[in-house]
């Protein structure tokens, strides 16, 4: 316990939210009997964030590394959740080149979840590592840029995903399903993320549609719609015309 303490900021011995391989109870941090101090602020409201905060059983161990290499991240930079205790498997069954790939000499299970950790140790998830978009050697993450046309009144469902880039490699490309007789377009929406986000994070290629593909349990099948895409383009997505009036707001 000593040496986890002593440990870089982007470790916690206490704080783990369940990856896609392991299912554990966590609890939200204004209910973590550990926090006395962080409660409801009033009745029916939460703490600023303190939703979104996860505490996990005691015993857990969790940390973030920078995606691709064991090196800590800074306390609130996202990379991929890994953790090690009593909750991970032993291993793939009857697959050790899998089970190598997943957890480490040392017991630390990749969970293949990007998340990011505050000062006090608490994880938030921030998305999934493969949806990580690499653009011109860039890390973007689409839940970002999804809350942000999540605030856009006239946005009903958002999926954001990479595409294929001649130039950049992958580029960003947003679906987006409208508000019934919403009267905005791909030029308003495009200002609305570029007022928030930075130039290279604001999607040059967009679709509206009707309806998501879903899976049996209700998931949006992400790779249909960029399958979708590379097919109208055979490979290579190029964003649409950029009209005059945002030309000089686009990268």
């Not at 204004?30 to 505490?55: F, I, K």
């Not at 490699?169 to 570029?194: I, M, N, T, Y």
């Amino acid at each position: 316990m000593r040496r986890a303490h002593e440990a870089p900021p982007s470790f916690s011995s206490w704080n783990y939210v369940a990856p896609n391989r392991q299912v554990v109870s966590t609890l939200p941090r204004w209910l973590d009997p550990r926090r006395p101090g962080l409660r409801r602020a009033s009745a029916g409201a939460l703490e600023p964030r303190y939703d979104r905060d996860v505490s996990p059983l005691p015993g857990a161990a969790v940390k973030i590394v920078q995606p691709g290499t064991e090196d800590f991240a800074a306390h609130g930079e996202t990379g991929e959740l890994c953790t090690r205790g009593y909750h991970v498997m032993a291993g793939h069954f009857d697959d050790p080149g899998q089970t190598a790939a997943a957890i480490d000499e040392d017991g630390w299970l990749r969970t293949g979840d990007l998340a990011s950790m505050d000062e006090q140790g608490y994880c938030r998830i921030d998305g999934r590592l493969k949806d990580l978009i690499i653009r011109g050697g860039e890390n973007i993450y689409p839940r970002e840029i999804e809350q942000v046309l999540f605030g856009h009144p006239d946005v009903a469902e958002a999926v954001v995903l990479g595409v294929p880039d001649p130039r950049w490699g992958e580029q960003v490309a947003a679906f987006v399903k409208l508000v019934p007789g919403a009267p905005v377009d791909e030029d308003a929406l495009f200002g609305h993320v570029r007022r928030h986000l930075a130039p290279h994070k604001a999607p040059p290629v967009w679709r509206f549609v009707d309806t998501f593909p879903l899976t049996a349990s209700g998931k949006i099948r992400k790779f249909v719609l960029r399958n979708r895409l590379v097919a109208e383009s055979r490979g290579a997505i190029v964003g649409t015309p950029v009209p005059k009036a945002v030309a000089a707001t686009r990268c």
